[in-house]
């Protein structure tokens, strides 16, 4: 579904991605592993719109996609967390989860929408939090609600950076079910990680970057 080509991308004088070609098939879970600063968000940034690589294509299903906003990437069926999270922290855990529903400008909320959000809720096990402010239910909590997040924005393709790093195992165990879950629904995942159990819980595929390319 997703196919990168010779992607190159520097900032100032160093080179990060060094010509990466990636090629991923819709349903299969696609871990990346790799050095700090190997260039692993880059990639992210890259397929999602956020940077556009110096050289190179970006194809979903054969539409070339590296010159769009992240907007419309989003809008095509493109969803992705943030390594540092980027909830709005003085929203509630639900008004999070209502943000990233597509809805038209100023409306309220369906019947349908707020059925979404409690499922999606249900699914990232923060039915109880839905009331409290993002930035005060935990770090792993808060790693539910990204991908919460991603979830409600009714992605194909999810690009999950670090989901499980410096989190409890009681959050990691509902990531690893939730993972599994999305895969279940037919869901392409490209995640960042690095933890062993996690990995061999929700691979299909595990992918290495090294020197800018992806072995
Ligand atoms: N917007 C930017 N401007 C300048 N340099 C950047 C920018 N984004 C990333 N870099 C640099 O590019 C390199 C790769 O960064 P990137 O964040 O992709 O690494 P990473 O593999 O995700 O690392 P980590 O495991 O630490 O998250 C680093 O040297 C980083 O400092
Ligand atoms: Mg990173």
Known sequence: ????KNIRKSFGDVQVLNGTNLRLREGFVYTLKGGNGSGKTT?????????????????????KIA????YRVNRM?????FQDLRLATQMTVYENIMLALEKKKFAYP??????????????????EKR????GEISYGQQKLLTIGCCIANNAELLLIDEPVAGIDKDNRVKIIELV???KEAGKTILQIEHHPDYIKETSDYVLQMEKGIVC
Do not use: C, H, W, Y
């Open 67 to 70: 010159r769009f906003s992240p």
């Open 180 to 182: 599994k879950q999305l």
């Open 1 to 4: 579904m997703l196919e990168l």
């Open 43 to 63: 990639l992210i940034n890259i397929i999602s719109g956020f940077l556009k690589p110096d050289e190179g294509s970006v194809e979903l299903k054969g539409k």
């Open 77 to 81: 069926g493109i969803g992705r967390t």
């Open 131 to 134: 009331n409290e402010l993002a």
């Open 110 to 127: 369906t019947k349908e929408q707020q059925k979404r959000a409690d499922e999606i809720l249900e699914m990232v096990s923060l039915s």
